[in-house]
T-cell receptor, first 114, second 112 residues
Framework: AQSVTQPDIHITVSEGASLELRCNYSYGATPYLFWYVQSPGQGLQLLLKYFSGDTLVQGIKGFEAEFKRSQSSFNLRKPSVHWSDAAEYFC????????????FGSGTRLSIRP | DAGITQSPRYKITETGRQVTLMCHQTWSHSYMFWYRQDLGHGLRLIYYSAAADITDKGEVPDGYVVSRSKTENFPLTLESATRSQTSVYFCATTNDRVQPQHFGDGTRLSIL
């Protein structure tokens, strides 16, 4: 069955430090992978997406993610976080013939230490 | 360019009442979705629509009804609200089933 796991519920990093948010997926075929960010009181905003090709994907706001098929992972990274990056981050996986087949992880809340 | 508008943003109602959440888009996207967001569950799909007059169930459809008579509108109705339906509801759209979805700002619904 299709699933997404974000093992870290809450992460705190210092401003200027590097960041890696983990995402593991289970999917029977080549997945479409997404990272979204949600600021308080807002909807989700797409950070980046992976469909095929280069496994290192660049997104907005300085984020990148790497697709590792052997590890079924799609971790999100940023070399230096800013206080404005504090938010909830969601990994999602989709694919196949049905639009309903997009599954979201339970999210990772990122706090930034001044 | 409003994109997606959800209304109301906040709603408090009582168990047993009917309540309708509205979603309106200005892009004419084919696909529209309703999700609920609960702590620890991420987003769960309630219903989606591939086009006007075409709707289908998602992961958690029980207790909800949708319709889509016009491309731009996708209302979600709770016919007899229950406390377990207290949640934040998000509408989303996309023009292609494999493309990322665009989200509204959500409706926070409390059922007392």
């Amino acid at each position: 069955a299709q699933s997404v796991t974000q093992p870290d519920i809450h992460i705190t990093v210092s401003e200027g430090a590097s960041l890696e948010l983990r995402c593991n997926y289970s999917y029977g075929a080549t997945p479409y992978l997404f990272w979204y960010v949600q600021s308080p009181g807002q909807g989700l905003q797409l950070l980046l997406k992976y469909f095929s090709g280069d496994t290192l994907v660049q997104g907005i706001k300085g984020f990148e993610a790497e697709f590792k098929r052997s590890q079924s992972s799609f971790n999100l990274r940023k070399p230096s976080v800013h206080w404005s990056d504090a938010a909830e981050y969601f990994c999602a996986v989709g694919g196949g013939s049905s639009a309903s087949k997009i599954i979201f992880g339970s999210g990772t809340r990122l706090s930034i230490r001044p | 360019d409003a994109g997606i508008t959800q209304s109301p943003r906040y709603k408090i109602t009582e168990t047993g009442r009917q309540v309708t959440l509205m979603c309106h888009q200005t892009w004419s996207h084919s696909y529209m979705f309703w999700y609920r967001q609960d702590l620890g569950h991420g987003l769960r799909l309630i219903y989606y629509s591939a086009a006007a007059d075409i709707t289908d169930k998602g992961e958690v459809p029980d207790g909800y009804v949708v319709s889509r008579s016009k491309t731009e509108n996708f209302p979600l109705t709770l016919e007899s609200a229950t406390r377990s339906q207290t949640s934040v509801y998000f509408c989303a759209t996309t023009n292609d089933r494999v493309q990322p979805q665009h989200f509204g700002d959500g409706t926070r619904l409390s059922i007392l």
